[in-house]
């Protein structure tokens, strides 16, 4: 049995730490702080320009004004700032954000992303994304291992126009835990499998250069 | 002093539009756009507009209105996946758009409005984005050089304004706003609330009254929600 999306989530969840400034993507991403561990203190940060973001309100408690990047509207933890779009991308492209979490339709081994468009269709734009994986400290990408077409998303390299060169570290799918040699010519390589699922299985659907130790 | 204060989007308007202007739009989706200077914008029948905003609104209301009307030639924004009109738009060659990454975005506009013309960031070099721009490498990293934008108006808006021109924002409807209202040659705000001068704290305001040439009070607003999410209870 792979992961589900919430395992994936609480997989992902594991990689915080107590103290860090963290933004997430839309999706998988989000759930992640559903997973937040106990002993873990985490300050999220949405690039629309609000630090400490908190849960989503109560039907009584929607403030129009407080959202988060997808527009849903969020509330205030204690400690909250907001800040304008420039000052928010200052802490992101100045190294201040410690984890980057998104979703991604292609990830090559040498860490390049390409999560924004599809030649062809209508592009709706890279948003904070290029900006993210430029400046944040780390990045974590979770994705499902194949595309819908059944096409493997880890791959020798994109197809797709970029995000980002040299971006990913580590990459959360279904099917297991892998980490991104982005400065070096190692590959993927396997840290830990899903629940059930087989290194073979996980050969069968990545055509990145894999390393199983 | 000079009187900045108006009565409402039209007057403060009078006299600054034409065809073809580069408008710098304060708001991120629906949160602190200007409501009531676009719906002015759309009355005066404009066209020919270039419109630099975070997003494009969506259908029936911020820039969605301008782009309805067939007002807008081009858009430079980082996100404009929730509006219809756009993507119809911009599939039948009606509509110009240059994507920009949002932090790039800010950092043009907050660049423009200082007086810096350019600036190099590690955003987006090796990607669609970089091409055909200056790559410089600075202690071993690729950086590639962005543009400062200045357009001609700014249309902000803000929480509470003074009668000199300072201006507060309201949580996450600060934004793009402050950038904005620094990166035209005239800054027209629109405010929730229009206070006298010595009102506000001084060590609260957002804006400082030198941005801010021309303003009014658009209230009432009924603030607008795009994704209206909540817990149970």
């Known amino acids: 049995m792979a992961w589900t999306r919430d395992q994936m989530a609480a997989r992902a969840a594991k990689e915080l730490k107590d103290g860090f400034y963290v933004n997430l993507g839309i999706g998988i991403p989000t759930l992640v702080s559903n997973y937040v561990p106990e002993d873990v203190d985490i300050t999220l940060q949405s690039e629309n320009g609000m630090l400490g973001v908190g849960p989503f309100p109560l039907d009584n408690e929607v403030d129009p004004d407080i959202i988060n990047a997808g527009k849903q509207t969020v509330t205030e933890v204690k400690g909250t700032s907001y800040f304008s779009s420039a000052d928010s991308f200052a802490m992101i492209r100045g190294g201040h954000i410690d984890l980057s979490i998104l979703g991604a339709m292609e990830v090559a081994e040498n860490g390049d992303l390409a999560n924004w468009m599809i030649p062809g269709k209508m592009v709706k734009g890279m948003g904070g994304a290029m900006d993210l994986v430029a400046g944040v400290k780390r990045v974590i990408v979770t994705m499902e291992h194949v595309s819908k077409d059944g096409q493997s998303k880890l791959l020798k390299e994109c197809t797709l126009p970029l995000t980002g060169k040299r971006v990913v570290d580590m990459v959360i799918s279904e099917l297991g835990v892998f980490s991104v040699d982005k400065h070096g010519p190692s590959g993927i390589t396997l840290l830990e499998l899903a629940d059930g699922v087989t290194v073979d299985e996980v050969k069968a659907k990545t055509k990145a250069t894999l390393v199983v130790r | ?233």
């Open chain 2, 1 to 233: 002093m000079a009187n900045k204060v108006y009565k409402d989007a039209k007057s403060a308007l009078d006299g600054l539009l034409r065809d073809d202007l580069m408008l710098m739009c304060g708001g991120f989706g629906l949160v602190g756009i200007p409501d009531r200077l676009i719906e002015a914008v759309r009355d005066s029948g404009v066209k020919g507009l270039t419109c630099v905003s975070n997003n494009a609104g969506i259908d029936g209301a911020g820039l969605g209105l301008l782009l309805e009307s067939g007002q807008v030639r081009k858009m430079i924004s980082s996100y404009v996946g929730e509006n219809k009109t756009f993507a119809k738009l911009y599939l039948e060659g009606k509509l110009e758009l240059e994507f920009n990454p949002q932090g790039t975005l800010a950092e043009r506009c907050r660049a423009g409005g200082a007086g810096i013309p350019a600036f190099y960031t590690k955003t987006g070099v090796g990607t669609l984005v970089s091409e055909g721009k200056e790559i410089r490498n600075f202690d071993g990293e690729d950086y590639v050089m962005e543009r400062g934008l200045v357009g001609d108006i700014a249309l902000v808006k803000a929480w509470k304004g003074d009668t000199a021109g300072n201006l507060v924002y309201r949580k996450a409807a600060r934004n793009f706003n402050p950038m904005m209202a620094t990166a035209a040659k005239i800054c027209v705000a629109e405010v929730e609330e229009l206070v006298e001068v010595g009102q506000l704290d001084p060590d609260h305001i957002h804006t400082p009254a030198v941005f801010v040439k021309r303003l009014f009070c658009g209230a009432p607003y009924d603030r607008k929600i795009e994704q209206r999410t909540i817990r149970k209870a």
